[in-house]
């Protein structure tokens, strides 16, 4: 019961679909290495059942998911449903090292989850040893009849976008080389992309590398010229166009040649239609946009632009294009014409690159509301900042850091699972905010210190609402000004999501309700960022998490003893 991302929408999903009861909804997940060629150029992959991006889920709220993962590959994995809450099982969430330990080589896991209180456009990845560069990925889109955006009311059909950055050097060989003293071909920095790719699609000059003059990342290898790709649209029809970020480093901007993107979601959060040419979209994060097919006839085609913005790299592969182009095609259905091939008209307004649509402009649907928090013991700090870690050997490393503590994930000393055993988190290996028992709301204050980097910082577990951004960095004493302060904090209908860019030398103030017990991970969303460290946790409500019903089989995988306790491997 999958889909290809792109594909026509299931017979289940028609809006009469939606007021069935709850059911139970089942995958299975067979992971294996394979050589694929993404962008015409050969190198190896991870691939779902054969393929990449993987089986796209499609779900109601109140459903449960179920998803049985064979394990094929030569290294342990994870699966993470990103932006899921886990309600009752945080153990379900997917993170190696955080909430369980891997599934190994040979192995196999079942997730299964119930989705409550959240409808939306999501994604599922794996959150292991950045695979998911490699193809281990896919789309989860949930419906509900809370929506106040519905099929065949508010717009007639729907599609799904996954935009990546691609990378023609196997990613584990890149982990490997950036978290080395030597770094990856000699920088720490998160690489270059090669090409960018739409729902697992992209376009390579293969001839520019054949003339290269240097070595190439991948090479030597094959590579064979593609196509733009295409996708059929009717005209005259408004559609819901879901753009997901499903990529490992670089922002991406999204536009449509002639046409205008009304944004209705961003993330889990249905907002007011903002009207806008231009769609910037960060690593993990989502935005819905209904798009009116009404510029054109039947034959006509319009360019999908995925452009990323280099500007965020610290350096630029002189092969690579930025634009990652996707035909659209007007196909009126049972008429025929002569396919015209489009021509490139963009829009001429730009928008400030590695920043986040202006959630000001952003008004939930939904009120969002939040309570007045005033109790210190509920804040959270976190320092996050780019450094060098020395080890006794002398050797200095490149890594990010939280509260002068870089990540250092133990995969089979799992966060979680020490919690509900009731020991506390190791402070040498995270930093850590724990949310009591008795608190009902808090807030995390995330001061990004590093006066070059600009980081899309994602909470599992829980929204963020967004109260108070700014330049500089906030501490305890204006914290508490600031809530004596009336206005001074966005309380009433604030954006939430579950990912959010922090600029460099800046600060976001979020308050989250933390109603769901579990240890959830707070990390950048570049995947080399994360291998590198800048990953912190929150622990919310202990007690509880003590008490939770736990899966025999995710406590299974985790070994009894021997060296495999102590193995370290990037989240």
Same mark, same amino acid.
């Not at 010229?225 to 029809?237: A, F, I, L, S, W």
């Not at 995969?411 to 009902?440: E, F, R």
């Given at each position: 019961?999958?889909a290809?991302a792109g594909?026509? !929408?299931d ?16 995958y299975? #997940?067979?992971l ?10 050969l ?5 779902i059942?054969?393929q990449?991006?993987g ?11 179920? *998803?049985?993962?064979?394990?094929y ?8 449903w990103?932006?899921m809450?886990?309600? !009752?099982t945080? #153990? ?9 330990? %891997?599934?190994p %080589?040979?192995?196999?896991l079942?997730?299964? #989850?119930?989705?409550?209180g959240?409808?939306?456009s ?9 695979q998911?560069?490699?193809?281990l $990925?896919g ?23 996954l ?24 920088? *720490? ?7 960018g ?10 001839a520019?590398?054949?003339k ?11 590579? $064979? ?6 996708m059929?649209?009717?005209p005259?029809?408004?559609?819901r #166009? ?24 961003a993330?889990?959060t249905?907002?007011? %239609? ?13 935005h819905d946009?209904i ?9 006509d ?15 630029v ?6 634009v ?11 008429h025929?014409?002569?396919?015209k ?13 590695c920043v986040?649509?202006d ?9 969002t509301?939040?309570p ?15 450094? /060098?870690?020395k080890?006794a ?6 890594r990010?850091?939280?509260? /002068? ?8 000393k ?24 008795d608190?009902w709301?808090?807030d ?5 210190e590093?006066?070059?980097l ?9 929204d ?9 960095r ?5 914290w ?6 009336p206005?001074?904090?966005?309380l009433?209908?604030?954006?939430r999501?579950?990912?959010?860019i922090?600029?460099?030398s800046s ?17 950048c969303?570049?995947?080399m ?8 946790a929150v622990a919310?409500?202990p ?12 406590l ?7 060296p495999?306790?102590n ?5």
């Amino acid at each position: 019961m999958s889909a290809r991302a792109g594909s026509e !929408s299931d017979p289940w999903l028609d809006k009469d679909i939606l007021a069935s009861p709850e059911v139970t909804r089942t995958y299975d #997940f067979v992971l294996t290495n394979g050589l694929a060629a993404p962008d015409g150029f050969l190198k190896k992959r991870i691939l779902i059942n054969g393929q990449s991006p993987g089986p796209l889920i499609e779900a109601n709220e109140g459903d449960t998911i179920v *998803v049985n993962v064979a394990n094929y590959l030569d290294q342990g994995t994870s699966i993470h449903w990103h932006g899921m809450f886990q309600n !009752s099982t945080p #153990f379900m969430d997917g993170i190696a090292g955080f909430s369980q330990c %891997p599934i190994p %080589p040979g192995g196999s896991l079942t997730y299964r #989850f119930k989705i409550e209180g959240q409808y939306g456009s999501y994604w599922w990845h794996s959150h292991s040893k950045m695979q998911y560069t490699d193809g281990l $990925y896919g789309g989860l889109i949930v419906r509900s009849e809370r929506d106040p955006y519905q099929k065949c009311r508010d717009y007639d059909d729907e599609r799904v976008f996954l935009f990546a950055d691609n990378y023609h050097d196997f990613a584990d060989d890149i982990v490997t080389q950036l978290l080395s003293a030597k770094g990856y071909n000699g920088s *720490v920095a998160a690489p270059s992309p090669q090409s960018g790719l739409i729902n697992g699609v992209g376009v390579f000059d293969c001839a520019a590398l054949y003339k290269a003059k240097t070595h190439q990342p991948g090479m030597p290898s094959a590579c $064979y010229p593609q196509q733009t790709p295409t996708m059929d649209v009717e005209p005259h029809k408004k559609y819901r #166009f879901r753009f997901i970020n499903t990529g490992s480093h670089a922002q991406h901007i999204i536009s449509i040649d002639d046409h205008e993107l009304h944004v209705i979601a961003a993330d889990g959060t249905p907002v007011v %239609p903002h009207k806008v040419h231009r769609i910037p979209i960060h690593n993990g994060q989502r935005h819905d946009a209904i798009v009116h097919t009404n510029v054109g006839k039947s034959g006509d085609s319009f360019l999908l632009r995925s452009t990323m913005t280099t500007k965020c790299f610290a350096f630029v592969d002189p092969l690579l294009n930025p634009v990652a182009n996707l035909t659209l095609q007007y196909k009126k259905h049972g008429h025929f014409a002569r396919q015209k091939a489009p021509v490139p008209h963009d829009w001429s307004d730009n928008i400030t690159p590695c920043v986040d649509l202006d959630d000001s402009l952003l008004i939930p649907a939904m009120d969002t509301s939040v309570p007045v928090n005033t109790n210190p013991n509920s804040l959270g700090i976190f320092n996050s900042q780019f450094g /060098n870690l020395k080890l006794a050997n002398g050797t200095t490393l490149g890594r990010f850091f939280i509260d /002068n503590v870089t990540q250092v994930n133990y995969v089979n000393k799992p966060y979680l699972q020490m919690a509900h055993h009731g020991q506390p988190i190791n402070a040498s290996t995270i930093a850590s905010l724990l949310v009591p028992d008795d608190v009902w709301v808090a807030d995390i204050i995330i001061n990004n210190e590093d006066t070059f980097l600009d980081h899309p910082f994602h909470l599992h577990g829980t929204d963020m609402h967004i109260i108070k951004h700014g330049s500089g960095r906030i501490d305890l004493a204006q914290w508490l000004a600031l809530n004596q302060q009336p206005g001074a904090l966005n309380l009433k209908n604030p954006l939430r999501r579950d990912t959010i860019i922090v600029g460099r030398s800046s600060y976001v103030i979020v308050r989250i309700i933390p109603d769901l017990p579990g240890v959830w991970p707070l990390h950048c969303h570049i995947s080399m960022h994360v291998a590198e460290g800048l990953m912190a946790a929150v622990a919310i409500h202990p007690h509880k998490i003590q008490q939770l019903p736990w899966s025999q089989d995710v406590l299974n995988l985790c070994p009894t003893g021997g060296p495999a306790i102590n193995e370290i491997e990037p989240a």
